[in-house]
């Protein structure tokens, strides 16, 4: 662990990220930085996210942007020497970024949408994409108030309804009940 | 007119003794389906019928599987002995009449070079209190060898089961009258004289050179069941037990179907296959046991037919020789 | 009544601050059989084994207890002492009531109670110890090489220039190993042929040296000292004896395209050929599985040339028995397989470096054979796809090695360095060329290797990346390596003409097999295991058998021969005497009560029980029986504890002897 | 008919709609009958393990144990992230007991972890590949397709245990078995953004347009998936693509079922086909 | 020191020669002070430290008993401390299920380095031992009033008696065997003359296992021997087999069905897993008051076949012959661990016990031990290496210290 005096910033418990995730087997050879499909777009490429987890920086990892564009790809976690389920930790590291509120603010989007789909599946039990899509724009908008983006994705609606792959009807699971509590429960303890 | 007590004045009887710190023993279910003699401890446990013979004999409470003589201490180089002595209480046993007919067949060979402390004062203590018979099985040959259903050897007193939980007590010593005193009521009821098992083998000439114990005894694997659960079996091993600090010596059952049993230190082993000892084993009975001391070494209770996990027996091997006689015999 | 003497020491005060030693012996006087108990202020010094054997001598004792240290301190020096009064040394037992009594406790009343039952127990053990006379075995003078590479030549002329005959088995055609093929040697740069040649050659020529090429253990029996080794000679369809290695026969053949197993398929050989021009001996070898003649009796153009006559189609393999006192196991290495098959379900293979699949991903040893001037390019730098000089040239470390989720933690040691080399050889080559390495860390302990690596950086321009290559793809005729630099934190992808995989190292096939021969214990990856990692390098848990180069682990040259001549000094040891004497606390079966079940021969670590047959003085079977070859065991006593009649015992630590002990405690 | 479990996701239920009618079409023409899971709930996906570890093992469970419920033994998930996030799911229950229970409580059915998940390629070798080879009628002989695995069909390999996750070859073994050509290319389990279209386009676009230049390399003139997100990439958004970077592409993304069904005589109509964005040239 | 007004334990310590006897010497010459309990006595191995052993320290009145051997990978004997492990593995579920306090059994892997560890090794065990209180072998707290369901009565056996004499009576009349053993309406039947044939049956009572004659020197003479084998009985072939007592071309087997998959049932003894230790003991203690050492139990066993049991031997005495508790005890701890992944499960010892004691229980805890750590079934497979006598480097040791 890392002293918070001598790195000058505040470092997490361990308790922070699971102990699952193995990290002191991580040796830093890059493997998964090297396999990223957008490594190259990362502000703190993988195995530099594993590392500072590693040493209990974990504030820092999770302001990092790149943990909102993982596509969690599962490449890193599949090719890595060490086992290390990198993907793992940036799914960790999302979680306590989400819990915290501290996204990196260019990744506001992504994390929007995220968490509009679950409050869709909440709603639902099952996706709706139309109000998905509806919501995410909306708050998306009142957070960056971007005109065009609001309106991007509104061109395909016409040849998706065209081809029949808007509905407009929700496909709701019936037993709604079991769901609130489920999502009451898991988001209450986390 | 007869003297009777009911099953519960029994249990009473047994009781009391137990009252006054002495013991009781009887048959009793161990676990389900398996009744053996047993020491007990509440009277309940006892059983009085419903069931042929126990799975072992009486003789334990005379001359127990393992009876330390003596034991010794080590100090120094200093061997301290101190005697060992059996226990001074009183022993009530129920037990089956040819169990009870066992002892004094037994008393011979415990008094016969020198008198056999132990088993004598076991003797002295105990009142036996004989079942007799109303039910037999295959196993069951008493009547076979001069014996029967209600047969008086050996027993202090004869208990003959009435219906309806009450039982004659015909006392047939001191010891006996003795125990019963004041525990039974005059009644005119009086037990139906039952025949027991029909005789089942003729007591045969028994050859020493005969193809017969091969080929009646080849299945026999050479454990103790039988004569461990033999009322009458009575050969023991004289062992020491100890460490550094010291030891004992002690009497513990042995049996002649053991291939140890004979053997030397040499290695040889003058009964060197199974059916050798088998014929030991009826030789002795029934041949070298009267020839010496009269009675026969066997009481027909058929438990060795009933314990030998090969399903031999005494009996089958003396109905194979009565066969093996029989075709010798001229047509 | 056995006759017991104890003898107490004080050592100093060592013994006598905590243990009264005085009430020690008193008590002890009075246990049964003691028939003498004094003590002495240092018993192990001279006056003190003097009065051991004094009082020996004056109480007739037969057995003695010296009650001081650790046995593993001075069993031997009290053993001494008893012999020298004419008592087999066995009959001494020790108490340690110093180390396991009087300085580890502080209380003076339980310390002398504790240090008494130590006493009383081996007093009680002692009544039971027979005495026992070393078994001496006589030695065969003669060594067996298995493995014909850099070590197994280097040990075999050191012990036959020490005197001693030596078959050396190997199983390709030629001697040489792996080494004969590299190109150039770090941290040098010496040619390896050149180092390595005349070492073959004298080898070969070796009044006392016996070369067994193309041939095989098949199995070993008997123990130090006395092995006896049947050698399998491969069916080689040229009788060496008339051939003189002229190369008509090769000349001739009109198969040309058989991957050259020299080469790792680099280049090619004929179906009748010597493996490389050096070879040792100069005699060709036929290709069973390719020669026409062999596979459908066509062709026979070389039995037709050869002048000799030496070509022999009719060949066949055969058994060759060896007497020898000692096996020296040098079998090396092979690398591991990088591509999807493994013949090992232990390992799993890179998928996503396409090796096998795009032919210019190659291994190290193909490339060594790339740039060897011996090479099937005769050194040119020609990429296997289209003889084109690779102009981007990556080099990938750790490949298998150090990587756990394909089975490999360890790292192979020497693939830093040759990197670097093949990289150094790569842009002595290519001036216009570039070289990338992937490496995770540089690992170069060693003389002059640090500064080697530094030089290829530094001097020849080798562009070296800290970290790992994820995935290799074939795009446009390049292939295109994606791999990161962690340093910089940025992926990396190079676009190359050739990459080099420096794959791990693993013991050569089938050395488990051997190992199993000859009883010695591998590791799960197959690495021989030495005797102890520090103070026994090159011997082994089997007495009389050694090991060296890189069947013990990745080793490279200089340590390979180091390790040879390491253990061709053993072999001489051993050799010095004309027999051995062998401790004699052994096991031993009554083979009367033995149930021949053999769980004993099962669980021997030593392989020193066999089945026996109890006959009769007049020669009748009357039962099977384990037996003991006395030989063999190492006397740990492992039969004893699964004999279920305890028919098996260990001389020294018999079952009474334990039991006395245990029951002296009652 | 044989019937087996079916757990459509919601992407199959919504705007891949054209995926459901394709694998029930073309399974039921080598007689496998679907039957939905009863309730099933939507898996979580990247939204739920992005967020919340739990929620990301209950949602896929409450589906497991709604398929024990309903008697099942296998279920068919065609989406591969579905598919991943139950098998992941079951994983983790069978690993630890007490997990088990949790979840057992937290979804409210008894939950063993019985039920096995097959994705798409497994469901049409379990109907077998010699059957389909034999029931072929209209061999596919001017199809070159770039099989395309994607990402999570065979990642994480302990999870899904399915094919080689750096050199599959199954999808090619049914391919081939249509009478169509297969191309060695390079991008096979490259990823393609997944369900980042909507919140970050700029990379879908990227990997996506990466995806189909390499296909069209390699001599495909189509590329043949089992996941409804990258089909969502690949094709709903290849005119997004084409715009992005100025190229051209015109690359037809079918089904692996479009395929089977194709040559088993279906129409493109009754596989869905017409619902596709990019038209076959 | 301690709350327990004055009870000094004794402590034996079985240690290796090469690795825990030298931590021992080492705590010495670093004069690292523990509980001055312990009683070393020195080994060349663990590999030689028989369970037997460890009973007999606990005869002889030791409170606890500690093995202690090289660290894997560090056997002086290359293997040793790998063998003892693994019967330590099939040891210690047998003394589970007789409910004996595991808490007094102590295996630790102490190197010549680790006199620290010795140091703290003897001082914990000396402090558990001492809050045990005194050991008394094999006493009862009380009487168990649980009983096992018991054997399952035999199957029936679904071959044709007609054809099985036609077989047996055609093998002795033309000399093809010398002796058929099988089984008859009153047990077994060792059918030597064609005319004995008649007596066999698929479904005929026996106690015993048939196999067990197949040891005995007067079956033997008879010449090759037939055998009529049930599923067990064919386990029990294999196992001899698997340990060079038969070869099976030496014998005529007759069999209408193969060795069984079945899994054993082992629900009697899970039950019995499920009381107290304390209570365990209370039962096993009063099973084996009425034991009174026919060893009918060894005789009828399938894989008893020593010629000289080790209770016979008696220098030393290992096992002590009389019918006491501690006689008893040991024997059949004894017993039961000889045939620790052997007992193919026939259930004979049960059945031929005179007293009734479900043997069978206790030869099932190291089965079920050998079933479930190491997928092991004795019997099912003549190729299959044994379980014992053999090692493996990744034996589980989670009760080492």
New interface residues.
């Given amino acids: 662990m890392i002293d918070a005096a001598t790195s000058g910033e505040a470092t997490a418990v361990p308790a922070d990220l ?1 102990a699952f995730l193995d990290l002191e087997n991580c ?15 990362m502000d ?2 993988p ?2 996210l594993v590392r500072l987890a590693q040493l209990g920086l974990v504030e820092r990892a999770r302001r990092a942007e790149s943990i ?2 993982c ?5 890193c ?7 290390v ?1 990198c ?1 793992a930790v940036i ?2 590291l ?2 306590l970024s ?1 819990e915290k509120g501290d996204a990196a603010g260019s990744q506001r ?2 994390v ?4 509009a ?2 409050r869709n ?1 909440r709603r639902n ?5 139309l109000e998905l ?1 509806g919501v ?1 724009k909306t708050k998306a908008f009142l957070d960056d108030l971007s005109i065009p983006f609001l309106f ?2 509104a061109m ?1 609606a016409p ?2 309804r065209a ?5 407009f009807k929700p ?1 709701r ?3 709604g009940g ?2 609130e ?3 009451d ?3 209450r ?2 | 007119m007869s003297r009777i007590i009911t099953e519960a004045g029994l249990r009473e009887l047994a009781e009391a003794w137990l009252r006054d710190g002495q013991a009781v023993a009887g048959p009793s279910e161990v676990k389900l389906g398996l009744i053996q003699y047993r020491p007990i401890t509440a009277a309940a446990r006892l059983l009085f019928d419903g069931f042929v013979h126990p799975a072992n004999s009486i003789k334990e409470f005379f001359f127990p599987r393992h009876e330390p003589l003596y034991r010794y201490r080590l100090e120094g180089s200093r061997v301290v002995l101190e005697d060992c002595e059996p226990p001074a209480v009183k022993q009530l046993v129920f037990a089956r009449p040819c169990d009870a007919a066992a002892l004094p067949v037994l008393d011979h060979v415990f008094n016969w070079d020198c008198a056999d402390e132990f088993y004598n004062r076991r003797r002295e203590a105990t009142t036996v209190v004989t079942l007799a018979c109303s039910r037999y099985d295959d196993e069951c040959f008493c009547t076979s060898v001069g014996l029967g259903p209600a047969a008086e050897q050996g027993a202090d007193a004869v208990l003959f089961a009435l219906g309806g939980g009450a039982f004659e007590v015909r006392p047939t010593t001191a010891k006996g009258d003795a125990a019963f005193a004041d525990r039974t009521e005059e009644s005119d009821r009086t037990a139906t004289p039952f025949a027991g098992p029909p005789r089942r083998v003729a007591l045969p000439r028994v050859e020493f050179d005969s193809p017969v114990w091969e080929d009646a005894t080849l299945e026999c694997l050479g454990c103790g069941a039988c004569a461990y659960t033999c009322p009458t079996c009575h050969c023991f091993d004289i062992v020491d037990e100890g460490n550094a600090a010291g030891g004992m010596r002690a009497k513990n059952w042995d049996s002649c179907q053991f291939s140890l049993f004979t053997l030397h230190a040499s290695g040889h082993n003058p009964r060197h296959a199974q059916p050798r000892r088998q014929r030991q084993r009826i030789y002795h009975k029934f041949h070298i046991y009267p020839e010496k001391f009269g009675p026969i070494l066997c009481t027909g209770c058929g438990n060795c037919a009933r314990q030998c996990p090969a399903g031999l027996g005494v009996l089958n091997v003396l109905k194979a020789i009565e066969a093996s006689h029989a075709e010798h015999l001229p047509a | 009544m056995a006759r017991v003497g104890v003898f107490t020491c004080w050592c100093g005060e060592n013994i006598a601050r905590t243990v009264d030693v005085e009430r020690v012996t008193e008590d002890v006087s009075r246990l049964p059989g003691v028939r003498c108990s004094v003590h002495y202020k240092y018993m192990c010094s001279d006056p003190g084994q003097a009065l051991v054997r004094e009082r020996i001598a004056a109480d007739r004792l037969d057995r003695v207890v010296v009650a001081s240290c650790s046995p593993h301190m001075h069993l031997k020096t009290f053993r001494r002492a008893v012999a020298s009064a004419g008592l087999n040394p066995f009959l001494l037992e020790m108490a340690n009531v110093r180390e396991h009594c009087s300085w580890v406790h502080h209380n003076k009343e339980q310390a002398t109670r504790k240090a008494v039952d130590l006493i009383r127990m081996s007093v009680e053990r002692v009544k039971h110890n027979r005495p026992l006379d070393p078994i001496r075995v006589p030695v065969t003078r003669r060594a067996l090489v298995i493995g014909g590479g850099v070590a197994g030549i280097q040990a075999a002329l050191d012990i036959a220039d020490a005197g001693y005959e030596v078959a050396l088995v190997e199983r390709e055609p030629s001697i040489g190993g792996k080494m004969a093929g590299l190109s150039e040697t770090f941290p040098t740069l010496d040619c390896s042929q050149c180092i390595l040649t005349p070492r073959m050659v004298e080898a070969g020529q070796h009044p006392r040296i016996k070369l067994y090429t193309y041939s095989e253990v098949e199995e070993v029996t008997g123990y130090v000292g006395n092995f006896e080794v049947t050698i399998r000679q491969k069916a080689r369809y040229v009788d060496v004896e008339k051939c003189s290695g002229c190369g008509d026969c090769w000349n001739v053949c009109p198969l040309k395209k058989n991957p050259s197993e020299f080469d790792f398929g680099m280049g090619f050989r004929r179906s009748i050929y010597i493996p490389f021009p050096q070879a040792v001996p100069a005699r060709p070898v036929i290709d069973k599985k390719t020669c026409a003649k062999l596979i459908r009796n066509g062709c026979g153009l070389c039995e037709k040339k050869c002048t000799r006559g030496a070509i022999n189609f009719k060949d066949e393999d055969r058994l060759v028995k060896e007497e020898v006192g000692v096996v020296v196991v040098a079998t090396g290495y092979r690398l591991y397989s990088i591509g999807k098959q493994q013949e090992n379900g232990k390992l799993s293979g890179y998928g996503e470096y396409g090796y096998g699949q795009y032919k210019d991903v190659i291994d190290s040893l193909q490339f060594e054979r790339l740039v060897s001037a011996s090479g099937p390019t005769s050194g040119a730098l020609k990429r296997p796809s289209d003889g084109k000089e690779p102009k981007t040239v990556v080099f990938i470390s750790c490949v298998g090695s150090r990587d756990n989720a394909k089975g490999i933690p360890y790292c192979s040691k020497i693939c830093c360095m040759y990197t670097a080399k093949h990289a150094m050889l790569y842009r002595h080559k290519v001036h216009d060329g570039e070289a990338h390495v992937f490496y995770m860390d540089i690992r170069a302990g060693g003389k002059g290797y640090e500064e080697f690596v530094r030089r290829a950086i530094e001097q020849d321009g080798a562009h070296y990346h800290r970290g790992r290559v994820s995935k290799i793809t074939e795009e446009n005729g390049k292939l295109v390596v994606r791999g990161a630099d962690t340093l910089a934190g940025v992926p990396l992808t190079i676009e190359a003409d050739l990459v080099v995989l420096a794959a791990a190292m693993r013991p050569a096939a089938g050395v488990e097999t051997l190992a199993q021969k000859l009883n010695v214990g591998y590791d799960e990856f197959g690495w021989l295991l030495e005797s102890h990692p520090k103070l026994r390098p090159v011997e082994t848990n089997a007495a009389g058998v050694f090991i060296c180069g890189a069947c013990h682990a990745p080793k490279d040259i200089p340590e390979s021969v180091a390790q040879a001549s390491a253990a061709a000094g053993k072999v001489a040891v051993l050799f010095a005497n004309e027999e051995l004497s062998r401790d004699p606390e052994v096991a031993r079966i009554n083979e009367q009560t033995c149930a021949a079940c053999y769980a004993c021969r099962r669980a021997c670590p030593y392989h020193a029980i066999e089945a026996a047959e109890v006959r009769s003085p007049k020669g009748a079977f009357v039962k099977n029986t384990a037996r003991v070859n006395p030989g063999l065991c190492m006397g740990c006593g492992t039969c004893v504890a699964v004999c279920p009649s305890k028919s098996a015992d260990l001389d020294g630590f018999s079952e009474q002897q334990v039991y006395a002990m245990v029951e002296a405690l009652a | 008919m044989t019937e087996i479990g079916y757990y459509p996701g919601c992407a199959l239920h919504g705007s891949s709609n054209d995926y459901e009618t394709s694998a029930r079409a073309c399974l039921a023409a080598l007689g496998v009958q679907l039957r939905e899971v009863t309730d099933w709930v939507c898996c979580g996906a990247t939204a739920a393990h992005a967020l919340n570890h739990k929620l990301s093992v209950a949602l896929p469970a409450r589906n497991l144990a709604l398929a024990e419920h309903d008697g099942f033994r296998e279920i068919l998930a065609p989406c591969p992230m579905c598919s991943m996030e139950l098998l992941k799911a079951r994983q983790e229950i069978l690993a630890d007991e007490a997990l088990r229970a949790e979840m057992s409580s937290l979804v409210e059915l008894e939950l063993r972890g019985g039920v096995n998940v097959l994705n798409l390629v497994q469901a049409l070798q379990s109907a077998g590949i010699d059957r389909i080879k034999a029931a072929v009628k209209k061999p596919l002989d001017g199809i070159r397709a770039a099989c395309y695995y994607g990402c999570l069909l065979t990642r994480p390999p302990g999870v899904v245990r399915f094919d080689d996750p750096e050199q599959p070859r199954s999808m090619e073994a049914i391919v081939g078995a249509l009478g169509a050509k297969t191309v060695d290319w390079n991008y096979r389990t490259e990823c393609c953004g997944a369900g980042l279209t909507m919140a970050n386009e700029e990379t879908v676009l990227e990997l996506s347009h990466r995806i189909l230049t390499n296909a069209a390399a390699h001599g495909a003139n189509c590329v043949v998936t089992v996941c409804p997100m990258c089909h969502v990439n690949l094709d709903m958004k290849q005119a997004d693509i084409e715009r992005r970077f100025n190229a051209k592409h015109k690359m037809a993304i079918y089904y692996l079922s479009d395929l089977v069904g194709l040559a088993l005589g279906l129409s493109e109509k009754e596989l869905g086909i017409d619902r596709h964005f990019v038209a076959r040239t | 020191m301690s709350e327990t007004n004055g009870f000094e334990p004794k402590i034996v310590a079985y240690v290796c020669n090469w690795c825990t006897y030298l931590g021992a010497d080492l705590a010495g010459t670093n004069r690292l002070e523990y509980p001055p309990n312990v009683r070393l006595i020195r080994l060349p191995c663990t590999g030689r430290i028989d369970f037997n052993l460890i009973v007999k320290a606990f005869e002889m009145s030791a409170d606890a008993v500690l093995v202690s051997g090289c660290h894997p990978g560090d056997c002086h004997y290359t293997a040793g401390n790998y063998h003892a492990r693994r019967r330590w593995m099939l040891f210690r579920p047998l003394l589970e299920a007789l409910g004996f306090d595991l808490r007094r059994i102590h295996f630790t892997w102490i190197s010549a380095a680790e006199g620290r560890k010795f140091q703290q090794v003897i001082a914990e065990i000396t402090e558990s031992a001492r809050k045990l209180g005194p050991y008394r072998p094999y006493e009862a707290n009380g009487e168990s009033k649980w009983r096992p369901a018991g054997l399952p009565p035999p199957k029936r056996r679904s071959g044709d008696d007609a054809s099985l004499r036609t077989t047996a009576r055609e093998l002795l009349a033309e000399g093809k065997a010398g002796v058929v053993i099988g089984r008859g309406e009153r047990g077994p039947v060792l059918a030597r003359k064609p005319e004995d044939a008649d007596r066999l049956t698929w479904n005929g009572a026996s106690k015993i296992a048939l196999t067990a004659y197949l040891k005995r020197k007067e079956v033997r003479a008879l010449g090759k021997p037939a055998i009529v084998a049930g599923p067990a009985d064919l386990r029990a072939l294999n196992v001899l087999e698997q340990e060079s007592q038969i070869r099976r071309e030496d014998i005529h087997v007759i069999a209408a069905e193969g060795p069984g998959a079945a899994p054993p049932d082992f629900s009697d003894l899970d039950a019995l897993l499920q009381l107290e230790p304390g209570e365990r003991m209370a039962y096993w203690a009063g099973e084996f008051d009425r034991c009174v050492k026919c060893y009918a139990c060894r005789q009828a066993c399938p894989l008893c076949y020593c010629e000289r049991c080790i209770v016979d031997k008696n220098r030393p005495q290992a096992i002590d012959t009389s019918a006491h508790a501690r006689g008893n005890f040991a024997w059949h701890i004894t017993r039961a661990f000889h045939l620790a992944g052997r007992c193919v499960g026939c259930g004979a010892c049960t059945r031929a016990c005179p007293a009734g004691i479900d043997l069978r229980l206790l030869n099932q805890a190291a089965a079920r031990a050998a079933e479930r750590q190491f997928g092991y079934r004795a019997g099912a497979d003549p190729k299959a290496e044994p379980l014992v006598g053999v090692y493996s480097l990744t034996d589980k040791e989670e009760f080492i210290g």
Avoid at chain 1, 27 to 41: D, H, I, N, W
Avoid at chain 1, 71 to 75: G, K, N, R
Wanted: charge should be positive; aromatic fraction near 8%; proline fraction near 4%.
């Fill in positions: 699971p040796y830093q050879c890059g493997k998964c930085t090297a396999g990223c499909p957008v490594a190259e777009r703190v490429v195995n530099q909102w564009q596509v969690s790809c599962q490449t976690s599949t090719r890595c020497p060490k086992s389920d993907a799914d960790a999302r979680q989400f989007r992504t929007l949408f995220q968490e789909f679950l599946i039990g099952r996706l709706n994409e899509v995410f991007k994705d395909l040849r998706m081809k029949g792959k808007l509905h496909d699971v019936k037993d079991v769901l509590r489920m999502f429960r898991c988001l303890q986390a």
